[in-house]
């Protein structure tokens, strides 16, 4: 994340006619890292009964349904603050963020395969480090 944000960090995404969401953000280590982690792959099927889908590493911070208030066939932007997520003494840290509509949500929009579900799932890193970058020809 941008060391800039740092002050009051976030993640922000869009959301288009989900009345409800779950939230689950879990504080990790680089030792948790693992290739088959859905925040390192593209999209494809999600069944709940895998593996990391019921587990995913790290300790859990967060598993909650968060109401949209989103408007009918309107996107609307959602931050989820990070700040209380982070370690309490410099506010940096590692996360993994997954965030799917509920059952009860995607109903209400769509009616074809729960697998098939849009998963957001990101791995954050907060640091206080920056990159400047000079070209000269």
């Given at each position: 994340m941008d060391?800039?944000?740092?002050?009051?960090?976030?993640?922000?995404?869009?959301v288009y006619n989900y009345s409800e969401l779950t939230l689950r953000i879990h504080r990790v280590k680089p030792q948790h890292y693992h290739p088959t982690l859905p925040c390192f792959n593209s999209y494809s099927?999600?069944?709940e009964g895998e593996e990391w889908y019921n587990k995913l590493p790290g300790e859990e911070l967060l598993n909650k349904v968060v109401q949209t208030n989103c408007e009918r066939d309107e996107p609307k932007?959602?931050?989820?603050?990070l700040r209380a997520?982070?370690?309490k003494n410099?506010?940096?840290?590692?996360?993994i963020?997954?965030?799917?509509?509920?059952k009860k949500a995607f109903n209400e929009c769509q009616d074809n395969n729960w697998q098939y579900r849009q998963i957001?799932?990101?791995?954050?890193?907060?640091?206080?480090?920056?990159?400047?970058?000079?070209?000269s020809s």
């Open positions: 060391p800039g944000v740092l002050d009051e960090p976030f993640y922000p995404f869009m099927y999600t069944y932007e959602i931050r989820v603050p997520y982070l370690t410099c506010g940096v840290g590692q996360l963020v997954l965030i799917e509509p509920t957001i799932s990101v791995w954050l890193q907060c640091t206080r480090l920056a990159v400047d970058v000079f070209v």
